[in-house]
Every structure is written in C-alpha cells, then in structure tokens.
Nanobody, 117 residues
Framework: QVQLVESGGGLVQAGGSLRLSCAAS????????MGWYRQAPGKQRELVAT???????NYADSVKDRFTISRDNAKITVSLQMNSLKPEDTAVYYC???????????WGQGTQVFVFS
C-alpha cells in the first residue's frame, strides 16, 4: 500500500502564490508517475500536472507558465508551485500516484485552495 499526505493549501489573493506538497509512504518502490489534480465546486476532477519518474512533465493548458511540478525521488515527494493564481484556480487539489506491479493508483485526501479577487 502507498499512502499520500498533502499539505500547503490555503487562502490567497489573486496574483499570489502557493506551494503544495505531497509525501508518499509505504510501498514506494511501486510509484511511477506522480501528479496533481483538482476539483472545483460543481465540476469534474481534472488534471493539473504530472511528472514521471524520469522527470518528464505534463501540464493542463490552463496552468502552463504559471504552475511548476517537481518531484524528489529520494524523499518521494511531489510539489506544485502555483504562481499568478486566479480565482478560477479555486478547487480542492489532490495528489495522485500511479503505481506499478500491479498497475493501480492512489489518491491523497485533498487540500483546499481558495483564490479571492
């Protein structure tokens, strides 16, 4: 089993920054791609950004050039630096890890980000 614990959400004014972190524990040898997803009220959960074990990244168009995902393979953490935040970035942000052997995934409990104008 893999467990994920997120931190770093909060309340921020538009234009500000926040940094989210997610720490993994347990069967970490199974972890492959790590990522962040978000769900705004009344909307479906959506991809924000992912990073592979090799460091390749993928971003949603809505956050490109504003958000940066990074991972520390030694500490088994994934972080999301969010700059130039907008009210439409308000959502619950979830850490997600894709696992191998056998393939599956695990989600964190979510952390709230609220951006006010």
């Amino acid at each position: 089993q893999v467990q994920l614990v997120e931190s770093g959400g909060g309340l921020v004014q538009a234009g500000g920054s926040l940094r989210l972190s997610c720490a993994a524990s347990g069967s970490i040898i199974r972890i492959r791609t790590m990522g962040w997803y978000r769900q705004a009220p009344g909307k479906q959960r959506e991809l924000v950004a992912t990073v592979t074990a090799g460091g390749s990244t993928n971003y949603a168009d809505s956050v490109k050039d504003r958000f940066t995902i990074s991972r520390d393979n030694a500490k088994i953490t994934v972080s999301l630096q969010m700059n130039s935040l907008k009210p439409e970035d308000t959502a619950v942000y979830y850490c997600r890890c894709f696992l191998g052997a056998p393939p599956s995934d695990v989600w964190g409990q979510g952390t709230q980000v609220f951006v006010f104008s």
